[in-house]
């Protein structure tokens, strides 16, 4: 709390002109009226000086007895609220300063509570994806092993399949909690990334490899956009631009259309920069929804009964990734024509040129 005083006199000095004033044309027409203007008009000069003095002396001692103290009440007050604006400075007796730094301060606050109840809705909605997330596989492991508990552990064949679903929802229970863990160490930057040079073109076709399989059942076709027949050389943590790379991959074959395409490229975007795309011809995701595709458990479909599984954190992971390399990641998307995410690394010196955008 700023205890200096910057005293405001232009109330006192208003005050006693008016006054002066309306005293000296008082005593003017009295003095005519009389006949003893003429004699007497000397006196209204010192008459003024004397009125103004004593009325701006007597007004200022009031003011600041009866209305400044009670702003510096106001500021005392305020400071409750660890208002660090409107404390800061001296403490004026203006009162139209005063006026607006409270209006300021009113603005700032009510920006602040709105920005309050919207991290508190946004923390009823993650708990309760949260909550929907683990309780699903935790029943499911809990049913089974209820179920043999209750006599189904006697049946040989039963015991084994049902074992092997509950090891299923424990997999699944495990993968959510380590990415929990990865996402909360990306939030709070407490993650070491390991800086190496490669070839971004070699790690995409990695990834092709590696989802091969997965892509095959559903018959969509990796492809690059072009054929590279030099490397290309970026800058970046290999392992978390592998997930980064993985997790764009995976989506674009869960919400594909069978015997659809999924398409990588990599392309310049400014002289030390390169962009990579991904690129799908699937289902798409509705404009609404593009704004918080990248929260944790958000999720486009939001029936209870979701045809494709996930944790709900993948995006999270990849928007949190490339922001822990400085970089940027976006996203275009039309419903029933396809989907593009694309982000932007750091060329490695001396790597050579892809395609130009």
């Not at 007497?40 to 209305?67: C, G, K, S």
């Not at 790690?203 to 059942?217: R, S």
């Amino acid at each position: 709390m700023a205890t200096k005083l910057r005293r405001s006199y232009r109330f006192s000095l208003r005050s006693s002109s008016y006054i002066t004033l309306f005293l000296i044309l008082t005593c003017t027409a009295l003095l005519y009226l009389a006949g003893g203007l003429q004699d007497y008009w000397y006196v209204l000069p010192v008459l003024a000086v004397l009125v103004f003095f004593i009325a701006f002396i007597v007004i200022q001692v009031r003011a600041e007895q009866f209305i400044y103290r009670r702003i510096e009440q106001i500021y005392e007050d305020v400071s409750l609220l660890e208002s660090t604006s409107l404390t800061s400075g001296p403490i004026t007796t203006d009162l139209k300063t005063l006026n607006e730094e409270i209006e300021n301060f009113a603005r700032a606050k009510k920006i602040e509570i709105d920005t309050l109840r919207i991290r508190e809705e946004y923390r009823k909605e993650f708990l309760g994806n949260v909550s929907h997330e683990l309780k699903t596989p935790l029943f499911t492991v809990q049913g089974y092993i209820h179920t043999l508990l209750d006599g189904a552990m006697e049946d040989r064949k039963v015991r084994k399949k049902y074992l092997n679903r509950a090891a299923k929802g424990v997999e699944r229970l495990i993968y959510i909690i380590k990415d929990l863990d990865l996402i909360t160490k990306l939030e709070v930057g407490d993650l070491h990334l390991e800086w190496e040079t490669f070839d971004i073109v070699e790690l995409i076709q990695n990834v092709f490899d590696l989802l091969e399989m997965k892509a095959a059942k559903k018959e969509i076709s990796l492809v690059f956009d072009m054929e590279y027949t030099q490397p290309v050389f970026v800058r970046a943590d290999k392992e978390k631009i592998q997930q980064v790379l993985t997790n764009l991959v995976v989506n674009s074959i869960k919400y594909g259309h069978p015997k659809g395409t999924t398409e990588v490229s990599v392309e310049n975007l400014i002289k030390n920069k390169v962009i990579i795309r991904v690129t799908d011809n699937g289902e798409g995701i509705a404009e609404q929804h593009l704004t918080r595709l990248f929260e944790r458990f958000y999720r486009v479909d939001k029936s209870g009964s979701r045809k494709e599984g996930g944790s709900g954190l993948g995006l999270a992971i990849v928007k949190h990734i490339i922001e822990a390399h400085n970089e940027k990641i976006y996203v275009e998307s039309v419903v029933d024509v396809g989907s593009e995410f694309s982000f932007t690394l750091e060329k490695a010196a001396g790597a050579p040129e892809p395609a130009s955008v």
